[in-house]
């Protein structure tokens, strides 16, 4: 993913991993904060241990978490003229914990991706699912 300061955008047909509402301004304001984010980590560039994929767009969950991340990074900056320890807090609470799944490389999303060979390499770029999973039958109720 490459970009000009201030502005970056995904390969073409990716614009849809965040919320088509949100609109190009939003899109480019997330992306731009995960980009700057991402290349101010210093263990994740340091710990080759920790698998990273360069398509993370691609990845539905890790859209998910960085976007939840965002916008608990947004509200702590936000909360920081009130809260002192508010950027503190989502570094302890958010980041840490989702770093944590994110950059497993054992059960996180990128397990089947190398910063060398590429996204879901392990796999020739087929996602597998996770689980066997089925809808239930349309008797099926949730217990009360």
């Not at 936000?78 to 989502?90: F, I, K, P, Q």
Request: with cysteine; charged share 25%; glycine share 6%.
């Amino acid at each position: 993913m490459a970009g000009e300061t201030g502005s970056v955008h995904p390969p073409d047909g990716t614009g849809d991993a965040v919320d088509p509402e949100y609109g190009d301004e939003v899109r480019d304001a997330f992306l731009a904060w995960v980009v700057e984010h991402f290349t101010g980590i210093e263990h994740v560039h340091t710990d080759k241990r920790a698998p990273w994929c360069a398509e993370w767009w691609r990845h539905p969950e890790v859209v998910a978490r960085l976007w939840a991340l965002w916008q608990a990074r947004l509200q702590a900056d936000e909360d920081s003229s009130v809260r002192l320890d508010a950027v503190s807090d989502w570094w302890l609470t958010h980041w840490d914990r989702h770093a944590a799944i994110l950059l497993d490389p054992r059960t996180g999303p990128f397990r089947k991706c190398d910063r060398t060979l590429g996204h879901l390499h392990e796999t020739h770029g087929a996602a597998t699912p996770g689980i066997d999973i089925q809808w239930p039958p349309s008797d099926w109720r949730v217990a009360s």
